[in-house]
């Protein structure tokens, strides 16, 4: 009756789509209703400094599956084309996925939502439930998805008909002697917003202030069209925020229905439950309605590229834990094989390191304080983030052609090949306002920190797929990387104004 024994727990992962580090009320904010992931946080442990790999959707969600970087797996920006049918491509073929690991370990393994990693339609390997949008996200009403090869269009709310289709899916396996795995992906809160959402979840903000939200100018490198308009930002942000707010909320009624689903199968205990975000996402937050390519240049600031994160699994995570551990979604392979006790031998190529210790309570943080890692990817083998040097600890993304390296209270961010590049004192200026990259003071910093990320990248990437020398705009991939399809695998900047 699927997974019973809690050392070899099923796994079900709830992905968001876009959803801001501070879309959470147990992240600290008071104005957004999320009871059920604020449970879920008590429950078990809430990483309050976890990144993704590049803070746009396809390429966090390729590296949360393979544990590679950008330029490991290629795929370095939205995918803007081939999602299904006959023109599909599977931009991870031939790549190996947690997934594809939980297969050969005997799990069985569903999908619910949104895949956009190309070839939408067709399930990977071990999916033996397979109902995928066939996009990247659209309407929540009539949205376009995939029922095992099948195309159709779902009336109803599409949060709700991705909970029902998940909960259908636990009661199915619960029968079945083999764990399973979930991928549970919601399109919420991604836009549209207005008038998209349930009534009874829009009036809970009609009288917000939003104070969480400040909207200031806009961000000088907003994208502008040909003839000077700005691209994407919203006309109406009032209306805009109760809509990503009515989407947050009600896309947690949603989980908290899933949740109790696995209660009532008595699963809870043998049942491993991550809850996070592709990407960060600014609701306003430095002048920006988006994440990384909300600006053009692309940023990194820790609005676009921290997301949320909640794991629990009752009886084996010790409940009510808050760290601080500076992790990656490249962390979460190594992590989920550690913690499943999988036979599955850590490649030297991946840059992740397990964090199982800290989930288990044995990493030696106090319960409600810093939990702050080892330098991650410093050694080859299996090296822990909870090991010892936890004052080094530091983090990578990327995004195309803009790297940044993350310490706990440093960033710096290049842009190759000219710049512009930037370098911020986050103890001083956790709100990455004041760009000290020019400051003569602090150079020797600027340089040391370029210097270990130059040295890491130099370690990981296939220079196949090499991100630094592509033309990534932040507009979209067409295509897979390849030496003949530089000029057209990416669409074109967005306009700028003379």
């Not at 396996?173 to 979840?201: C, D, I, M, N, V």
């Not at 994208?223 to 925020?241: F, I, Q, Y």
Request: with cysteine; aromatic share 10%; charged share 20%.
């Amino acid at each position: 009756m699927a997974s019973r024994d809690p050392l070899r727990p099923n796994v079900l992962l709830i992905l968001s789509d876009d959803q801001g580090p501070w879309a959470m009320g147990c992240a600290g904010n008071d104005e957004i209703h999320t009871p059920h992931l604020d449970a879920l946080a008590d429950r078990g442990v809430r990483f309050s400094r976890f990144f993704c790999t590049s803070p746009v959707c396809s390429p966090a969600r390729a590296s949360l599956f393979t544990g590679e970087l950008p330029s490991q797996h290629g795929v370095h920006d939205w995918l803007s084309y081939h999602h299904a049918g006959r023109t599909g491509i599977d931009f991870l073929s031939g790549r190996t996925l947690f997934t594809d690991v939980f297969a050969d370990a005997g799990y069985r393994l569903g999908l619910s939502g949104k895949w956009h990693l190309g070839a939408n339609d067709r399930p990977r390997k071990g999916f033996v439930h397979w109902y995928a949008h066939e996009s990247g996200g659209g309407p929540y009403y009539g949205a376009p998805l995939y029922r095992d090869g099948v195309r159709t269009e779902e009336p109803s709310y599409l949060t709700d008909a991705l909970a029902d289709d998940a909960q259908e899916f636990l009661t199915a396996e619960s029968g079945r002697p083999e764990p399973f795995h979930l991928s549970l992906h919601f399109t919420a809160p991604h836009k549209p917003w207005k008038g998209q959402h349930p009534p009874e979840y829009t009036a809970l903000y009609e009288d917000c202030a939003f104070d969480s939200c400040p909207q200031g100018p806009a961000h000088p490198w907003q994208p502008l069209d040909e003839n000077g308009a700005p691209v994407g930002g919203e006309s109406d942000t009032r209306e805009a925020l109760i809509g990503y707010f009515a989407a947050t909320t009600a896309m947690d009624a949603a989980i908290g229905r899933v949740l109790a689903r696995l209660d009532a199968l008595g699963l809870t205990g043998s049942t491993l439950v991550i809850f996070t975000s592709d990407n960060g996402f600014n609701a306003g937050h430095h002048g920006i309605w988006g994440k990384g390519n909300g600006t053009f240049p692309q940023n990194m600031y820790d609005s676009s590229v921290l997301v949320p994160c909640l794991m629990s699994q009752p009886g084996r995570i010790p409940a009510g834990r808050h760290s601080e551990a500076l992790l990656s979604q490249y962390d979460v392979l190594p992590t989920l094989v550690e913690h499943l006790g999988i036979d599955h031998d850590h490649d030297p190529a991946l840059p992740g390191r397990s964090f199982a210790d800290i989930l288990a309570g044995t990493d030696g943080a106090p319960a409600d304080e810093a939990a702050t890692g080892a330098i991650t990817g410093a050694a080859a083998g299996p090296v822990r983030a909870g090991d010892a040097d936890r004052e080094r600890v530091v983090v990578y993304d990327e995004y195309g052609p803009v790297r940044m390296i993350r310490t706990r209270d440093r960033k710096y961010v290049h842009r190759y090949p000219h710049g512009p590049h930037e370098f911020y004192d986050l103890t001083a200026d956790p709100g990455e306002e004041r760009n000290l990259v020019g400051d003569p003071s602090r150079a020797a910093e600027r340089v040391a920190l370029a210097a270990r990320l130059d040295a890491w990248f130099a370690r990981y990437v296939d220079p196949a797929q090499d991100g630094a020398r592509l033309p990534v705009t932040g507009s979209g991939q067409r295509t897979p990387v390849s030496p003949g399809s530089l000029p057209t695998a990416f669409e074109p900047a967005p306009g700028r104004a003379s």
